[in-house]
C-alpha cells in the first residue's frame, strides 16, 4: 500500500521518535513504507515521513542488504566526512549540499529480529545519518552547507505557502 507523505513544515517531522517494543506490529507499516520508497524514487524512508513516530527506517536494497531497520543507532569510527547533495521526499524539491561522516558504527535489529552490528560506508552511511535524522526530528535542511542556505531557504518558503493536507 501506498502511504501519504508528510510534507514540510509538519511539526511532527520535528519530534523525537520512540523506539519499537514489538516488530511483528511493525512489519507490514515497514513494507508499505518500502513500497512507498520505490514509488517516490527514494532511496530511504523514516516512519515519520508517513506519520508514524518510532524508531523504524528503511533503505533501498540497491544500497543495504537489509531493507528495514528498526532501533538503529550509530556512532562515529572516525572523523572523516565528505559533501554531497541531498534531498528528502518530506522536502519535495528542495536540495542542498550537507557533510556527513564517510563512516559509521551501525546497531539495529532487522526485521527478522536479527541483531546487526557494523560499520558501514558510502552511501549507505550517508543515508543512514539521513535517514536516523528523521527519528531525532532533525532533517537535512538543518544541516545544508552554508553556501547553499539561501538557495533552500526560496525553497522552503515556497513549501511553506502550500498547504499541507497530510
Ligand atoms: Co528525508
Given at each position: 500500500m501506498i502511504l501519504e507523505i508528510v510534507k514540510y513544515p509538519a511539526k511532527s517531522l520535528r519530534e523525537k521518535s520512540s523506539p519499537v517494543n514489538n516488530i511483528d506490529d511493525i512489519k507490514e507499516?515497514?513494507?508499505n513504507m518500502y513500497e512507498t520508497m520505490l514509488k517516490k524514487d527514494g532511496v530511504g524512508l523514516a516512519a515519520p515521513q508517513v506519520g508514524q513516530n518510532i524508531r523504524l527506517i528503511v533503505i533501498?536494497?540497491?544500497y543495504s542488504e537489509d531493507w528495514a531497520l528498526v532501533n538503529p543507532e550509530i556512532s562515529f569510527i572516525d572523523d572523516e566526512q565528505d559533501v554531497l547533495q541531498?534531498?528528502?521526499l518530506s522536502v519535495p524539491g528542495v536540495y542542498g549540499r550537507v557533510k556527513r561522516?564517510?563512516?559509521v558504527f551501525l546497531k539495529a535489529l532487522t526485521?527478522?529480529?536479527k541483531v546487526i552490528e557494523k560499520s558501514v560506508e558510502g552511501f549507505f552511511?550517508?543515508?543512514l545519518q539521513h535517514e536516523i535524522d528523521h527519528l531525532n526530528g532533525i532533517l537535512f535542511i538543518d544541516k545544508v552547507?552554508?553556501?547553499d542556505k539561501k538557495k533552500v531557504n526560496e525553497g522552503l518558503k515556497e513549501l511553506k505557502e502550500i498547504k499541507v493536507d497530510v
Open positions: 507499516l515497514a513494507s533501498n536494497k540497491e541531498e534531498g528528502c561522516y564517510k563512516r526485521i527478522d529480529n552511511a550517508r543515508i552547507l552554508p553556501i
